[in-house]
């Protein structure tokens, strides 16, 4: 009998969705910085170029922000935002070089260096994941007395805004 690989590969297949989302999100977020960077250099108008970086960026974003929902619903929230923050860096750090948005510094590279090795680190070591929340006990969080008032604060500081 053949061991059942399904874990393995629902983690392999979550890593790389939420890889592949970090990427095309940061390609997508260089292109709309270009996009406002030669609006700028335009007085403030978009020119035809500009005008379709622009548009196919916030559709780009749009798509590979959503792709993260694939990361989601074969691995736990903790490795899909991990992998999915350590691949847009490095992706943003190499389109900004391929849209001369700005220089690539070795702080920047150090600091890269830093995060991918804790990215790698997480996506090792991080244990088995907590059992789901159910309903009840989702129910239960939320009428505790915390919740409720931190709720309410939140609620009171978003109309005041």
């Known amino acids: 009998m053949a061991p059942d690989n399904a874990p393995m590969r629902d983690s392999v297949i979550c890593v790389a969705a939420s890889a592949m989302a970090g990427i095309g999100v940061g ?7 270009s996009a406002d960077k030669q609006r700028k ?5 978009h020119s035809a170029t500009s005008f379709w970086r622009f548009r196919i960026g916030a559709v780009g974003s749009t798509i590979f922000g959503v792709m993260s929902l694939i990361g989601l619903s074969y691995g736990p929230v903790a ?5 999915r923050a350590g691949a847009t860096l490095p992706a943003n750090a190499f389109f900004s070089q391929v849209f001369d948005l700005r220089p690539l510094l070795r702080e920047d590279l150090l600091g890269m260096l830093v995060t991918l090795s804790g990215v790698v680190c997480f996506a090792i070591f991080q244990g088995k994941p ?32």
């Not at 390609?27 to 910085?33: T, V």
């Not at 490795?79 to 992998?83: E, H, K, N, P, T």
């Open 27 to 33: 390609f997508f977020g260089c292109l709309l910085s």
């Open 41 to 45: 250099l335009n007085g403030g108008q």
């Open 79 to 83: 490795l899909v935002v991990v992998v």
């Open 130 to 161: 907590p059992a789901e929340v159910t309903e009840t006990r989702f129910l239960y969080f939320m009428t505790s007395t915390p919740a409720i008032v931190w709720n309410a604060l939140m609620g009171l500081c978003f109309f005041l805004a």
